[in-house]
């Protein structure tokens, strides 16, 4: 089954530097999100694309963080400058359409630690 | 606004037993809600969802769930448990007007004892 890819599995940054993750969505997928899940919460939108323009990006702190899918296909997220509250699970996840019969598939995540 | 609430942050039963895990619901108009699955360090995988139709929806790994609109509840459902359940799981909803937004609520954790 073909699965949504991301990469680093894990990334380790000072705080102030810049960090960036990387998501291959499946072949075919119109819709990409890009997730922030805290440790014990559920995960949080910050962007969505359509193809390769942002249809939703309200939740996404764009002081610090940008995302882009020049192409339509892979995703970057990166955060610049990070903070200790980045600290979290970046999951990235794809779906056929922006439909609501869509399910969405995800990821294994890029699990950030800001020191 | 939308929001999904799961009442327990853990759950705890024996394998072989009745798992459930409980889910309800704040949308205007028709919900479309789903049940997601996490296990250590890794993404969330999708298990069922309820769009319309059949008020008892059944997904992946034998678990299914009960839509119910009175109540705003969509439990999630498994007859007997296994050790091999034990994870993460997430009810969420999504909403046609909100452009098909997806919101998690925070999560159950699922243990079960051998």
């Known amino acids: 089954e073909a699965e949504v890819a991301q990469s680093p599995r894990y990334k380790i940054t000072e705080k102030s530097q810049a960090v960036a993750f990387w998501c291959d969505p499946i072949?075919?997928?119109?819709?990409l999100y890009w997730y922030r899940q805290i440790l014990g919460q559920g995960p949080e939108l910050l962007v969505q694309?359509?193809?390769?323009?942002?249809?939703?990006d309200s939740q996404l702190p764009k002081d610090r963080f940008s995302a882009e899918r020049l192409k339509g296909v892979d995703s970057t997220l990166k955060i610049q400058p990070a903070e200790l509250g980045d600290s979290a699970m970046y999951l990235c996840?794809?779906?056929?359409?922006?439909?609501?019969?869509?399910?969405?598939?995800f990821g294994n995540g890029t699990r950030l630690t800001v020191t | 606004a939308q929001s999904v609430a799961q009442p327990e942050d853990q759950v705890n039963v024996a394998e072989g037993n009745p798992l459930t895990v409980k889910c309800t619901y704040s949308?205007?108009?028709?919900?479309?809600l789903f049940w997601y699955v996490q296990y250590p360090n890794r993404g969330l995988q999708f298990l069922l969802k309820?769009?319309?139709?059949?008020?008892l929806v059944k997904g992946s790994y034998g678990f299914e769930a009960e839509f119910n609109k009175s109540q705003t509840s969509f439990h999630l459902k498994k007859p007997s448990a296994l050790v091999s359940d034990s994870a993460l799981y997430f009810c969420?909803?999504?909403?046609?007007?909100?452009?098909?937004?997806?919101?998690f609520g925070a999560g159950t954790t699922v243990t079960v004892r051998a």
């Open positions: 996840a794809s779906s056929h359409d922006r439909s609501n019969n869509s399910p969405l598939h």
């Open positions: 072949s075919g997928h119109a819709t």
């Open positions: 694309f359509q193809d390769e323009s942002v249809v939703d």
């Open positions: 949308v205007s108009g028709n919900p479309y």
């Open positions: 309820y769009i319309t139709g059949d008020n």
């Open positions: 969420a909803v999504r909403q046609l007007w909100d452009d098909y937004k997806l919101s």
